[in-house]
């Protein structure tokens, strides 16, 4: 009954018509997450913004005109051309003398828990000077102590590659949870959250507060699309409608509502607080995710059939060279690449397509499991993880993982979606292109 309820609550107005891949990917992964945590995580009381310790260190630098660059690290509604560009036109605007820039590290469909591996080498190795975490959509189904884990590595990998980085947390919403927000409660994504925030003296802003608000008060329509008719136009009004799918805001709608929120908490967390160094002390969870990182696949075994692909000759190599070190292919039945660390988890950082194939996983010499690198939508190549081994005993692991030779039915795959496979030379293949290993622990040569 509680996973149908939750469904219902999420689904309730969304144009499935128009429905995107990664709110799809959401939705599947939301429902999951409400069976394994239940109703009996504590909700927060909703409030646009908590200043908290501030962002002194930032403030400083762009009242001293220095040089500033500002990570955004989130899911798709991050990598939309909406608050992301907004806000950094408006800090642009405030301080016209520093030199403002953004490093974009928004990933369409991940959440927290993909985003602590990349954190070094999509955010850190540009050394932000302050940096948002967008995360609370797409972490909508994650156990809460899984995104403390998560979230918490975020806070700690940065804070010790630079003391003087500041962070601001964010909170998005979708059209299910704007009753919570109008009922004085934070979702559970976000209440989570704040218990990081909390633990560090993190500023926290909820982007969609005031949209909840003004839907409850009938001046703003959740999800529609914009009208097009004088007849449609009047039957509007002045109603903002905030978002075409319930998730992602119009760019001149709810994307401003989403600015404005960022505006309102900046206006009030820009004068609090002293520069100086974030100490690391005591963690919220013992077993949080400061150690995750991403390492190039080179540091693996590889059987000899894979090959590295050039990032100047090859397509996929170079539309994904700012994601991923590398990018290695292999295609042959058995071509294998093997793993010797010491931690609790390691995935593969790799790519979803339609020549792709299926692994065969084995750990630590167990009985292997078959896990398909083809889904409903391999129309076309992206970016995905392949989880091999989690919360393993912190110890010596040994993963092999290995091509197998067949193919998975992918007609049938692709139905689920009413696709069909319109060249069958594309998705003729067991392919496999692999990019990096995604690590809780250390490589052991």
């Not at 469904?7 to 394994?36: E, P, Q, R």
């Not at 806000?87 to 928004?106: H, R, V």
Request: positive net charge; proline residues 5%.
């Amino acid at each position: 009954m509680l996973y149908g309820k939750l469904l219902d609550t999420v689904f309730k107005g969304i144009n499935m018509k128009k429905i995107s891949h990664s709110m799809l990917l959401w939705l599947f992964v939301f429902g999951l997450g409400c069976v394994a945590w239940g109703e009996d995580y504590p909700l927060r009381d909703a409030r646009e913004f908590r200043v908290r310790g501030g962002l002194a260190n930032f403030f400083g630098k762009l009242e001293a005109g220095k040089e500033v660059r500002i990570g955004y690290l989130g899911g798709s509604i991050t990598a939309q051309a909406g608050w992301r560009p907004k806000t950094l036109k408006w800090f642009q605007g405030q301080y016209p003398k520093a030199k403002i820039s953004e490093i974009n590290a928004a990933i369409g469909g991940t959440g927290s828990d993909l985003g602590v591996f990349r954190l070094g080498h999509d955010v850190l190795r540009h050394k932000p000077d302050l940096l948002f975490v967008e995360f609370a959509v797409n972490d909508g189904g994650a156990p809460p102590h899984r995104i403390h884990q998560a979230m918490e590595g975020i806070v700690r990998q940065t804070y010790a590659a630079d003391g003087e980085t500041d962070i601001c947390f964010v909170y998005t919403l979708v059209a299910g949870w704007a009753k919570t927000l109008r009922d004085g409660r934070f979702p559970r994504a976000a209440s989570a959250m704040e218990a990081v925030a909390d633990h560090y003296g993190i500023p926290s802003i909820h982007m969609g507060l005031e949209a909840a608000k003004m839907e409850g008060e009938g001046k703003l329509i959740f999800t529609a699309a914009k009208p097009k008719t004088d007849a449609e136009k009047a039957a509007i009004g002045d109603k903002i409608i905030f978002s075409p799918d319930s998730v992602h805001p119009y760019t001149d709608t709810g994307h401003e509502l989403y600015l404005q929120a960022v505006v309102r908490g900046m206006e009030a967390v820009r004068k609090v607080g002293k520069p100086g160094k974030h100490v690391l002390g005591k963690p919220l969870v013992a077993d949080h995710w400061q150690a995750a990182k991403m390492v190039g696949l080179g540091k693996a075994k590889l059987s000899g059939g894979w090959r590295k692909l050039d990032g100047s000759g090859h397509s996929l190599a170079k539309r994904f060279g700012n994601r991923m070190p590398d990018l290695y292919f292999a295609n042959k039945p058995g071509e294998s690449i093997t793993i010797r660390f010491k931690g609790t988890g390691l995935r593969i950082y790799d790519l979803l397509g339609p020549d792709c194939g299926q692994v065969v996983v084995k750990v630590d010499g167990k009985e292997g499991k078959i896990v398909p690198r083809f889904d409903a939508y391999c129309t076309y190549h992206r970016l995905a993880t392949l989880t091999v081994a989690e919360d393993l005993p912190d110890g010596v692991h040994t993963v092999r993982l290995q091509v197998h030779p067949d193919q998975p039915d992918k007609a049938k795959i692709l139905a689920k979606r009413n696709q069909k496979i319109d060249d069958p030379k594309r998705y003729d293949d067991t392919a496999w292109y692999a990019g990096a290993i995604l690590l809780i622990g250390e490589i052991l040569e």
